[in-house]
């Protein structure tokens, strides 16, 4: 699937907020063209019903999270450590400045029909291969001490997942506070002998 | 509200088939009424609407949820790390033993309108003080470490939550040593510098 155009991505932005409102079953496709300023058929020559615009919906909102990722990462260096307190702000990021897009990814999964599930499936499997390599690497170097590596990342995506059931923009705690936090716990999860002291900080590097 | 009838068992059941296969908003109480083999005048005697047997669906969730933590908790002497297996095995369970009911609460609390909302979260708050009460014994009797206990609270309910998405009753892990490991898990979140050995094995005390 190409990236939305411009107009789609109105269409898109009116679909999630109806959706996150009323659910995908209860949401009505009349309302979204109306929030989008749009007649039916203008909507309908971009997306052919309903669960077309779900998809887009949802594929958008994984290229955002593969967006925000990405950026933490590349701007730090190769050490394991580093590259997990990275993924681990991304995922912060992405839940606390994208809270719908979230939620979207946390309710309406389940109302894509068969095609747009495998479609969806095979976008997810490629962006979680991104964590599980960072764990593979610091297991391989002897950094990550943890007898049970695919429960410390699935235990991570949920733990940081749920950030957004209580995070409030007004509350004390900002993003990177929170992120710090996270990334702490998610290292005793992964180093639970202690975390090791990086030789060099990896986001000084090149 | 009181605990559900033998007859009000069987529709809270045959709802929650129905909301975990379509959601809230596309299921059709007509369906429920269907398959708990009563007419729909039957039904409305003791629900008035969709609504209500959301409501009593997702209560009977909790009622479970908390059974089985309790259960867990009763069988253990109270050394905080003993208490924290326990209330993990809870949670354990209640996913692989539950997966319905943790999927309702899940995606469907969002469907409950304001009055059901608001008696909902007020029944879940008092659920909500189990691991809160464990995990400030052990930071109290110092065993617990952590600086950070609410972020530790939220990410073992996270964690384990995780786990219905995953688990499959035919694969390798029974629930046992996934909440042997889950417990594990969150032990190195509590006590970030090692788990203390207790001095008495807890499940032996009376």
Sequence with gaps: MKAPSAKQRVFIEAGRREFVRNGYGSSSIRTIAQEA????SALYYHYKNK????????MDGVDTY????????????????????????????FRTEFPDQGRMIATEVRN?????ARLYEERRRAGR?????????????????????DDCRRSILAM????????DPTGPD????????????????????????PATDGRDEP
């Design 37 to 40: 300023g749009v007649s039916l």
């Design 51 to 58: 669960q077309e615009l779900l998809l887009a919906t949802l």
């Design 66 to 93: 593969d967006a925000v990722c990405d950026a933490e990462l590349a701007r730090t260096g190769d050490d394991p450590v580093e590259q997990l307190r990275a993924f681990v702000r991304g995922n912060v990021k």
């Design 112 to 116: 894509l029909e068969p095609e747009g």
């Design 129 to 149: 291969r991104r964590i599980r390599d960072v764990i593979d690497e610091g297991i391989e170097r002897g950094v990550f001490t943890t007898d049970f590596p």
């Design 160 to 167: 940081t997942s749920a950030i957004a059931n209580w995070y």
């Design 174 to 197: 900002s993003p990177d506070v929170i992120a710090e936090r996270y990334a702490e716990l998610s290292l005793h999860l992964l180093c639970p002998g202690g975390v090791p002291v």
